[in-house]
Nanobody
Framework: QVQLVESGGGLVQAGGSLRLSCAGS????????IEWFRQAPGKDREFVAG????????AYADSVKGRFTISRAHAENTMYRQMDNLKAEDTAVYYC??????????????????WGQGTQVTVSS
């Protein structure tokens, strides 16, 4: 069992930045690939970014490439999500999620086993 606790989020003006955290506990957090999703009002949940077990491999949705950065700190059992140059369309509830790692580079294959509680990000234009 892995528990994921999210923090950060809030209200920011367009063009601003926010940093979200996702702290893991329970089973060895470092053995999981971590993914980042968001769900805007009235829309389906969508993939934002993913990072493999050792942080060496990442992937991003086209809509956030060059603006968002996913990283992890094993010593802290925490994944970080840096969001820069935020746009109104980035307004959503953001979730972190963990899935079993292949031990290789990150891929979209497989579905998460565990989810964080979500945190609201609102970007005002």
């Amino acid at each position: 069992q892995v528990q994921l606790v999210e923090s950060g989020g809030g209200l920011v003006q367009a063009g601003g930045s926010l940093r979200l955290s996702c702290a893991g506990s329970g089973r060895v957090f470092s053995s999981y690939d971590i993914e980042w999703f968001r769900q805007a009002p009235g829309k389906d949940r969508e993939f934002v970014a993913g990072i493999n077990w050792n942080g060496a491999s990442t992937a991003y949705a086209d809509s956030v490439k060059g603006r968002f950065t996913i990283s992890r700190a094993h010593a802290e059992n925490t994944m970080y999500r840096q969001m820069d140059n935020l746009k109104a369309e980035d307004t959503a509830v953001y979730y972190c999620a963990a899935k079993g790692s292949t031990g290789r580079d990150y891929t979209r294959d497989g579905s998460p086993n565990y989810w964080g509680q979500g945190t609201q990000v609102t970007v005002s234009s």
